[in-house]
Protein backbone atom coordinates (compact mmCIF):
# COMPACT_ATOMS: atom_id res chain seq x y z
CA UNK A 1 0.00 0.00 0.00
CA UNK A 2 1.20 3.79 -0.42
CA UNK A 3 2.80 5.49 2.08
CA UNK A 4 0.01 8.00 1.90
CA UNK A 5 -2.62 5.77 2.77
CA UNK A 6 -1.44 4.40 6.05
CA UNK A 7 -0.44 8.27 6.94
CA UNK A 8 -4.06 9.00 6.23
CA UNK A 9 -5.39 5.76 8.37
CA UNK A 10 -2.91 6.40 11.41
CA UNK A 11 -4.03 10.49 11.33
CA UNK A 12 -7.72 9.37 11.34
CA UNK A 13 -7.07 6.16 13.83
CA UNK A 14 -5.42 8.53 16.50
CA UNK A 15 -7.91 11.02 16.42
CA UNK A 16 -10.49 8.41 16.99
CA UNK A 17 -8.62 6.74 19.86
CA UNK A 18 -8.02 9.80 21.30
CA UNK A 19 -11.83 10.56 21.40
CA UNK A 20 -12.28 7.06 22.73
CA UNK A 21 -9.64 7.56 25.76
CA UNK A 22 -11.80 11.08 26.43
CA UNK A 23 -14.37 9.48 26.88
CA UNK A 24 -13.34 5.65 28.55
CA UNK A 25 -11.98 8.52 31.15
CA UNK A 26 -15.36 10.63 31.42
CA UNK A 27 -16.68 7.13 31.75
CA UNK A 28 -14.26 6.73 34.93
CA UNK A 29 -15.32 9.95 36.44
CA UNK A 30 -19.46 9.25 36.19
CA UNK A 31 -19.92 7.42 39.39
CA UNK A 32 -22.62 8.98 41.30
CA UNK A 33 -21.13 10.08 44.63
CA UNK A 34 -23.32 8.63 47.70
CA UNK A 35 -25.91 11.26 48.83
CA UNK A 36 -27.69 11.18 51.98
CA UNK A 37 -30.87 11.59 51.02
CA UNK A 38 -32.03 10.92 47.18
CA UNK A 39 -31.84 13.80 44.74
CA UNK A 40 -32.30 14.70 41.36
CA UNK A 41 -29.31 12.91 39.00
CA UNK A 42 -27.75 15.46 37.30
CA UNK A 43 -26.17 16.01 34.19
CA UNK A 44 -22.36 14.42 35.39
CA UNK A 45 -24.36 11.58 36.94
CA UNK A 46 -25.92 10.64 33.62
CA UNK A 47 -24.40 8.79 30.83
CA UNK A 48 -23.48 11.84 28.08
CA UNK A 49 -24.67 10.58 23.94
CA UNK A 50 -21.29 10.77 22.81
CA UNK A 51 -20.31 8.28 26.38
CA UNK A 52 -22.78 5.97 25.31
CA UNK A 53 -21.84 5.48 22.15
CA UNK A 54 -18.30 5.13 22.52
CA UNK A 55 -18.44 2.95 26.13
CA UNK A 56 -19.78 -0.27 27.03
CA UNK A 57 -21.00 -0.46 30.94
CA UNK A 58 -22.28 -2.71 33.16
CA UNK A 59 -24.82 -1.84 36.38
CA UNK A 60 -24.16 -4.21 39.23
CA UNK A 61 -26.50 -5.49 42.14
CA UNK A 62 -25.85 -2.48 44.44
CA UNK A 63 -26.07 0.01 41.62
CA UNK A 64 -22.13 0.86 40.76
CA UNK A 65 -21.75 1.41 37.60
CA UNK A 66 -18.01 0.26 35.16
CA UNK A 67 -16.85 0.30 32.10
CA UNK A 68 -17.81 -3.39 30.03
CA UNK A 69 -14.19 -4.38 29.00
CA UNK A 70 -15.22 -6.62 25.70
CA UNK A 71 -18.26 -4.71 25.06
CA UNK A 72 -15.77 -2.06 24.81
CA UNK A 73 -13.10 -3.40 22.66
CA UNK A 74 -15.61 -4.55 20.14
CA UNK A 75 -17.14 -0.86 19.99
CA UNK A 76 -13.02 0.52 19.71
CA UNK A 77 -12.17 -2.07 17.35
CA UNK A 78 -15.12 -1.59 14.77
CA UNK A 79 -13.97 2.00 15.07
CA UNK A 80 -10.55 1.38 14.05
CA UNK A 81 -12.19 -0.33 11.08
CA UNK A 82 -14.27 2.77 10.49
CA UNK A 83 -10.69 4.95 10.39
CA UNK A 84 -8.99 2.36 8.01
CA UNK A 85 -12.12 1.86 5.94
CA UNK A 86 -12.12 6.22 5.49
CA UNK A 87 -8.63 6.25 4.67
CA UNK A 88 -8.54 3.43 2.24
CA UNK A 89 -12.05 5.22 0.33
CA UNK A 90 -9.95 8.47 0.24
CA UNK A 91 -6.69 6.35 -0.83
CA UNK A 92 -8.51 4.60 -3.57
CA UNK A 93 -10.53 7.56 -4.88
CA UNK A 94 -7.54 9.45 -5.09
CA UNK A 95 -5.35 6.76 -7.31
CA UNK A 96 -8.04 5.43 -9.20
CA UNK A 97 -8.93 9.33 -11.22
CA UNK A 98 -8.71 9.23 -14.59
CA UNK A 99 -5.73 10.98 -14.90
CA UNK A 100 -4.05 8.10 -13.32
CA UNK A 101 -5.55 5.64 -15.47
CA UNK A 102 -6.47 7.17 -18.88
CA UNK A 103 -5.07 11.02 -19.06
CA UNK A 104 -6.41 12.09 -21.97
CA UNK A 105 -3.26 14.47 -22.99
CA UNK A 106 -1.02 11.35 -23.26
CA UNK A 107 -3.48 9.45 -24.91
CA UNK A 108 -3.37 11.80 -27.86
CA UNK A 109 0.29 12.85 -27.72
CA UNK A 110 1.12 8.83 -28.20
CA UNK A 111 -1.65 9.01 -30.75
CA UNK A 112 -0.24 11.82 -33.04
CA UNK A 113 3.49 9.91 -32.21
CA UNK A 114 2.37 6.82 -33.81
CA UNK A 115 0.31 8.31 -36.65
CA UNK A 116 3.43 10.33 -37.70
CA UNK A 117 5.70 7.40 -37.59
CA UNK A 118 7.69 8.07 -34.53
CA UNK A 119 7.34 4.91 -32.76
CA UNK A 120 10.89 4.88 -30.70
CA UNK A 121 9.64 8.35 -29.13
CA UNK A 122 6.13 6.71 -28.38
CA UNK A 123 7.50 3.91 -26.51
CA UNK A 124 10.02 6.08 -24.45
CA UNK A 125 6.76 8.34 -23.83
CA UNK A 126 4.89 5.36 -22.80
CA UNK A 127 7.87 3.88 -20.78
CA UNK A 128 8.14 7.20 -18.66
CA UNK A 129 4.55 8.03 -18.33
CA UNK A 130 3.06 5.74 -14.89
CA UNK A 131 -0.71 5.67 -16.13
CA UNK A 132 -2.48 2.49 -16.88
CA UNK A 133 -2.60 3.60 -20.55
CA UNK A 134 0.99 4.40 -20.78
CA UNK A 135 1.95 0.69 -18.90
CA UNK A 136 -0.49 -0.85 -21.73
CA UNK A 137 0.72 0.56 -24.69
CA UNK A 138 4.50 0.24 -23.96
CA UNK A 139 4.23 -3.47 -23.16
CA UNK A 140 1.99 -3.68 -26.91
CA UNK A 141 4.66 -1.73 -28.77
CA UNK A 142 7.22 -3.95 -27.07
CA UNK A 143 5.53 -6.44 -29.27
CA UNK A 144 5.32 -4.85 -32.76
CA UNK A 145 8.21 -6.82 -34.19
CA UNK A 146 6.60 -10.03 -33.83
CA UNK A 147 3.29 -8.94 -35.54
CA UNK A 148 -0.11 -7.59 -35.16
CA UNK A 149 -1.81 -10.65 -33.48
CA UNK A 150 1.37 -10.64 -30.71
CA UNK A 151 0.52 -7.01 -29.92
CA UNK A 152 -2.83 -7.15 -29.30
CA UNK A 153 -2.30 -10.49 -27.15
CA UNK A 154 0.55 -8.28 -25.16
CA UNK A 155 -1.91 -5.63 -24.61
CA UNK A 156 -5.26 -7.67 -23.34
CA UNK A 157 -2.95 -9.63 -21.20
CA UNK A 158 -1.65 -6.19 -19.43
CA UNK A 159 -4.69 -4.53 -19.04
CA UNK A 160 -6.52 -7.76 -17.28
CA UNK A 161 -2.94 -8.18 -15.10
CA UNK A 162 -3.43 -4.19 -14.30
CA UNK A 163 -6.53 -4.38 -13.68
CA UNK A 164 -7.04 -7.07 -11.52
CA UNK A 165 -4.19 -5.66 -9.58
CA UNK A 166 -6.27 -2.44 -8.73
CA UNK A 167 -9.59 -4.58 -8.11
CA UNK A 168 -7.80 -6.49 -5.81
CA UNK A 169 -7.01 -3.48 -3.75
CA UNK A 170 -10.21 -2.43 -3.54
CA UNK A 171 -11.37 -5.66 -2.50
CA UNK A 172 -10.41 -4.48 0.98
CA UNK A 173 -13.26 -2.65 1.20
CA UNK A 174 -15.53 -5.52 0.44
CA UNK A 175 -14.00 -7.71 3.09
CA UNK A 176 -14.94 -5.02 5.80
CA UNK A 177 -17.75 -3.84 4.93
CA UNK A 178 -18.58 -7.69 5.12
CA UNK A 179 -16.75 -8.39 8.16
CA UNK A 180 -17.81 -5.16 10.33
CA UNK A 181 -21.53 -6.17 10.58
CA UNK A 182 -20.51 -9.75 12.14
CA UNK A 183 -18.56 -8.49 14.20
CA UNK A 184 -21.28 -6.06 15.27
CA UNK A 185 -23.98 -9.04 15.79
CA UNK A 186 -20.93 -10.86 17.82
CA UNK A 187 -21.26 -7.43 20.15
CA UNK A 188 -24.92 -8.34 19.81
CA UNK A 189 -25.35 -11.52 21.23
CA UNK A 190 -22.50 -10.71 23.73
CA UNK A 191 -24.79 -7.99 25.01
CA UNK A 192 -27.65 -10.32 24.81
CA UNK A 193 -25.70 -12.18 27.23
CA UNK A 194 -24.66 -10.16 29.76
CA UNK A 195 -28.88 -9.00 30.21
CA UNK A 196 -29.59 -12.62 30.81
CA UNK A 197 -26.97 -13.25 33.07
CA UNK A 198 -28.52 -10.09 34.90
CA UNK A 199 -31.78 -11.70 34.69
CA UNK A 200 -30.10 -14.62 36.74
CA UNK A 201 -28.61 -13.09 39.16
CA UNK A 202 -31.29 -10.94 40.26
CA UNK A 203 -33.78 -14.49 40.43
CA UNK A 204 -35.81 -13.36 37.65
CA UNK A 205 -36.87 -10.23 38.87
CA UNK A 206 -34.15 -7.56 37.84
CA UNK A 207 -33.84 -4.11 37.67
CA UNK A 208 -34.43 -2.63 34.44
CA UNK A 209 -31.11 -0.80 35.28
CA UNK A 210 -29.47 -3.77 35.42
CA UNK A 211 -30.54 -4.76 32.00
CA UNK A 212 -30.25 -1.76 30.05
CA UNK A 213 -26.57 -2.10 30.35
CA UNK A 214 -26.42 -5.63 28.18
CA UNK A 215 -29.60 -4.15 25.97
CA UNK A 216 -26.99 -0.87 25.15
CA UNK A 217 -24.18 -2.85 24.44
CA UNK A 218 -25.86 -5.50 22.13
CA UNK A 219 -27.71 -2.15 20.29
CA UNK A 220 -24.04 0.22 20.32
CA UNK A 221 -22.23 -2.46 18.77
CA UNK A 222 -24.93 -3.26 15.99
CA UNK A 223 -24.93 0.30 15.43
CA UNK A 224 -21.06 0.68 15.08
CA UNK A 225 -21.31 -2.25 12.31
CA UNK A 226 -23.37 -1.10 10.11
CA UNK A 227 -21.94 2.57 10.56
CA UNK A 228 -18.93 1.05 9.46
CA UNK A 229 -20.21 -1.95 6.75
CA UNK A 230 -22.12 0.92 5.15
CA UNK A 231 -19.79 3.30 3.93
CA UNK A 232 -16.74 0.41 2.68
CA UNK A 233 -19.58 -1.35 0.68
CA UNK A 234 -21.06 1.59 -0.98
CA UNK A 235 -17.70 2.76 -1.61
CA UNK A 236 -16.28 -0.42 -2.75
CA UNK A 237 -19.16 -0.18 -5.50
CA UNK A 238 -18.68 3.30 -6.59
CA UNK A 239 -14.54 2.68 -6.78
CA UNK A 240 -14.73 -0.50 -8.22
CA UNK A 241 -17.46 0.91 -11.17
CA UNK A 242 -15.25 3.80 -11.42
CA UNK A 243 -12.17 1.53 -12.30
CA UNK A 244 -14.09 -0.83 -14.33
CA UNK A 245 -15.04 2.22 -16.54
CA UNK A 246 -11.93 3.64 -17.08
CA UNK A 247 -9.64 0.60 -17.69
CA UNK A 248 -11.87 -0.53 -20.31
CA UNK A 249 -11.69 2.85 -21.85
CA UNK A 250 -8.23 2.89 -21.26
CA UNK A 251 -7.85 -0.32 -22.84
CA UNK A 252 -10.68 0.69 -25.84
CA UNK A 253 -8.36 3.93 -26.93
CA UNK A 254 -4.94 1.82 -26.94
CA UNK A 255 -6.58 -0.73 -29.33
CA UNK A 256 -7.90 1.90 -31.82
CA UNK A 257 -4.75 3.46 -31.67
CA UNK A 258 -3.00 -0.02 -32.26
CA UNK A 259 -5.44 -1.28 -35.27
CA UNK A 260 -3.21 1.08 -37.68
CA UNK A 261 -0.86 -1.23 -37.77
CA UNK A 262 -3.49 -3.79 -38.48
CA UNK A 263 -4.39 -1.84 -41.66
CA UNK A 264 -0.99 -1.52 -42.52
CA UNK A 265 0.05 -5.37 -42.12
CA UNK A 266 -3.22 -5.77 -44.81
CA UNK A 267 -1.87 -3.69 -47.05
CA UNK A 268 1.58 -4.62 -46.41
CA UNK A 269 0.66 -8.49 -47.12
CA UNK A 270 -1.75 -7.20 -50.33
CA UNK A 271 1.82 -5.66 -51.97
CA UNK A 272 3.54 -8.40 -51.54
CA UNK A 273 0.92 -11.04 -52.86
CA UNK A 274 0.39 -8.20 -56.36
CA UNK A 275 4.30 -8.46 -56.62
Do not use: C
Not at 52 to 76: T, Y
Not at 123 to 136: D, G, H, N, T, Y
Not at 258 to 265: H, K
Request: glycine residues 10%; without cysteine.
Amino acid sequence: MPKRFWWMTMTALLLALGAMGANLVQAQNDAPAPAAAPTAPSAAEGDSLASAFFISRRVGPAGERSVEVLGSMIIWFLLALSAVSIGLIGMMAMTNQRKSIAPPGVVEEIRALLSGGKYREAIELAKQEPSFFSRVMHGALLEANHGFSAVIRSLEQISDELTTRRLRQIEYLNIIGQVSPMIGLFGTVYGMILAFQAIVAAGGDPDPVQLAGGISTALTTTFWGLVVAIPALAGYAIIRNKVDELTTEATLNAEEILNQFRARTAQGGSARKES
